[in-house]
């Protein structure tokens, strides 16, 4: 189900097309009605032979009244170009048909109309003139006919033509995106307020919750029709009415946004690729001149910048739009310019991204970035994407697209698997950025080991702090890729280069037995850690990789025992309580001759490993403690 929209000088008969191909007549105000000439958008639909709905958009031609006709048109599938045959060819005729040309619709179809007024000759010049104004245009060629309203053949063959067209218009795509913007508002009593628009990239639902933007409003859709008929689901494609309890009518405006997507990226500048009209007088458009911007039903003022001083009438640029208020397109939604004060269309383009700050001219990689993302390519979108957000997820990538989560998703395991992205969990990442920030660990590890020799490696903690604004869930997965890549070793927390090792010197070696000689020296007078430090002052970084290589097994309050020493003492207490069930700490200090100091610590550490276990003031033997 296609959508049309009229396009014609003012007074060409519009409106009478669409009254013979719909029997309804789109002048909808008083004014109009009272002067003859549309001003504001009008909507009918006509039922095609299979019995479905083609909606007609009527659009005002008097030069006054442009801007309207462009927000009526922009979201259209096909367009219906009216000449008169008496008058021909007319300014707004081309205004009209140059923004058709920019907004890129290659659907549709020309009517020279009141044949019934002119000779057989005239139309035929008129038809000539029309072929000659629109050559060039990319598309089959378009078909043009002839229409009096007192014509009933001509009638039915325009009816014909317009299902035919519609026929091959391909289907809308459901990509669950749903955009409504609104080109009018009204109430109704009894009902309360009533927006209608063309229904973009989604369906919508009864009662479904949707959002207002500007405004950030939650909104429940509490009725819909379609083509004046109720229904529970309003289709993509559509022209559709919603009815919003709880909003008022003067809180909504034409260009406002409706769309179940919350997290709909906004931005005040937009980057934008550009064309400007041709004309016999070149016009020069300035660095930093201010436009009016118009893009589906929205209409606001912005400035447009760009690299060099100023493009002429006929070329192309990249450009950003400056705007003062945050708007929400979509990538790829196309727009119109004009010039504030003189009523002239000067050109348009389509937009390539939405940006939170202005662009900084000295990047030089800025034009062919946006020359990657021009052509729509949903790889290149999602790489491009990643130059300016090299870690994102996967559900906040490229949301003001025009492809579906399913769409992103599938590209993106495309990319992955040819190795030119990375997935980690719910994120992606930028293939540099990935291959940096991994490069970035093993330096940083080689340091370490370089520093601190004898450190089995470093704190998984301490890793991490070299990565402040990465999430924990991409971290892991970098810790994951480097151990799969066998570039990093993660053991008990720690993380070390696969590349290093440990040996000790002659001197460490010889150092190594005198501390150990120490503790071992006398069961009875065990040295804590910080005794040995401060014995050893030279041996410190040699102390802790004693500790944690567990050569030296520290118990409770930093008391340090050879393992030797912990068997020995650990193996008399098993067989005592093999024999006796049970000991208490006093048969403790006669079974191995040493203070209460070191009793509790000894007996902690056994029940830590699960070979003994406290009973009120006695240890008994675990059943683990029975096979030691």
């Given amino acids: 189900m296609a959508i049309f929209g009229t396009a014609g000088h003012i007074d060409h008969g519009k409106t009478s097309v669409i009254y013979a191909l719909t029997g309804i007549d789109a002048d909808r105000l008083p004014e109009e009605k009272l002067r003859g000439l549309t001003i504001d958008l009008g909507f009918a639909w006509m039922n095609t032979s299979q019995g479905e709905k083609i909606g007609i958009i009527d659009v005002p031609g008097h030069e006054h009244f442009i801007r309207n006709m462009i927000t009526g048109i922009a979201s259209v599938d096909a367009f219906i170009l009216v000449v008169d045959a008496k008058e021909g060819w007319k300014p ?21 109309t009141k044949t019934d007024l002119v000779s057989k ?20 060629e378009v078909p043009i006919l002839y229409f ?71 909104v429940r859709l509490r009725q819909l029709q379609s083509y004046n008929t109720p229904t529970e689901k309003a289709l993509s494609g559509n022209r559709i009415a919603l009815n919003l309890p709880g909003i008022k009518k003067e809180d909504i405006s034409r260009g406002d946004l409706i769309s179940d997507i919350k997290k709909f990226h906004s931005g005040n500048f937009l980057e934008v690729s550009l064309s400007l009209l041709p004309q016999k007088d070149p016009y020069r458009l300035k660095n930093g001149t201010e436009i009016e911007f118009i893009s589906h039903t929205k209409i606001l003022r912005g400035i447009i910048v760009f690299k060099q001083k100023e493009i002429v009438s006929g070329e192309k640029s ?65 790489l491009s994407e990643l130059e300016k957000h090299p870690a994102i997820k996967k559900e906040e990538l490229l949301v003001n697209s025009p492809f579906s989560s399913e769409e992103i998703y599938h590209h993106l395991e495309q990319l992955h698997e040819n190795n030119s992205l990375f997935l980690v969990g719910n994120w992606v990442a930028d293939k540099q950025f990935w291959i940096r920030s ?22 998984l903690t301490e890793l991490k ?12 997965g970098l810790l994951n890729y480097l151990a799969e890549e066998n570039k990093v070793q993660i053991k008990s927390g720690m993380a070390s280069s696969v590349q290093h090792t440990i040996s000790l010197s002659a001197q460490q070696n010889k150092k190594r037995e005198a501390i150990l000689q120490y503790i071992a020296k006398d069961a009875t007078n065990l040295p804590t850690e910080k005794e040995l430090r401060n014995i050893f002052t030279q041996d410190t970084e040699l102390i802790e990789y004693l500790l ?59 029940d830590e490993e699960g070979i003994t276990r406290r009973k009120e003031n006695i240890r008994v ?8």
């Fill in 92 to 112: 707004q005729t081309e205004e009209h048909y140059q923004i058709i040309r920019l907004l890129d619709i290659n659907y549709g179809l020309m009517v020279i």
């Fill in 121 to 140: 000759e005239r139309v035929k010049e008129v038809e000539k003139e029309i072929r000659d104004k629109t050559k060039g245009l990319n598309q089959p």
């Fill in 438 to 459: 991994a490069n970035q660990a093993i330096i940083y590890l080689e340091q370490k080991h370089k520093d601190y020799p004898l450190k089995p490696g470093i704190s």
């Fill in 318 to 382: 990249y450009a950003q739009i400056r705007f003062q208020e945050h708007i929400y397109p979509m990538i790829g939604d196309y727009f119109i310019i004009r010039l504030p004060g003189i009523n002239e269309t000067i050109g348009g383009g389509r937009l390539l991204a939405v940006e939170e700050s202005k662009y900084n001219f000295h990047n030089q990689d800025w034009g062919s970035w946006l020359a990657k993302r021009e052509k729509m390519d949903i790889s290149q979108l999602i």
């Fill in 548 to 606: 944690e290589s567990g050569e030296i097994l520290k118990l409770e309050d930093q008391i340090c025992i050879t393992p030797s020493l912990y068997q020995e003492m650990r193996d008399k207490i098993v067989e005592f309580l093999k024999n006796k069930q049970s000991i208490t700490i006093g048969e403790v200090r006669d079974l191995l001759n040493i203070s209460r100091k070191y009793i509790v610590p000894l007996l902690t550490r056994m």
């Fill in 465 to 476: 702090n070299q990565y402040p604004r990465v999430p924990e869930e991409l971290f892991q």
């Fill in 621 to 628: 033997l675990n059943m683990k403690g029975k096979t030691c």
């Fill in 148 to 218: 009096s309203i007192n014509d009933k053949e001509s009638i039915v063959k325009l009816r014909s033509q317009v299902e035919s067209i519609n026929n091959t218009i391909p289907p809308k795509k459901d990509i669950g995106k749903p955009r409504l913007f609104i080109d009018r508002v009204f109430e109704i009593k009894g009902s309360g307020t009533v927006v209608t628009g063309t229904l973009l990239n989604g369906n919508l639902a009864q009662n479904q919750t949707v959002y207002l933007f500007p405004a950030l409003k939650q």
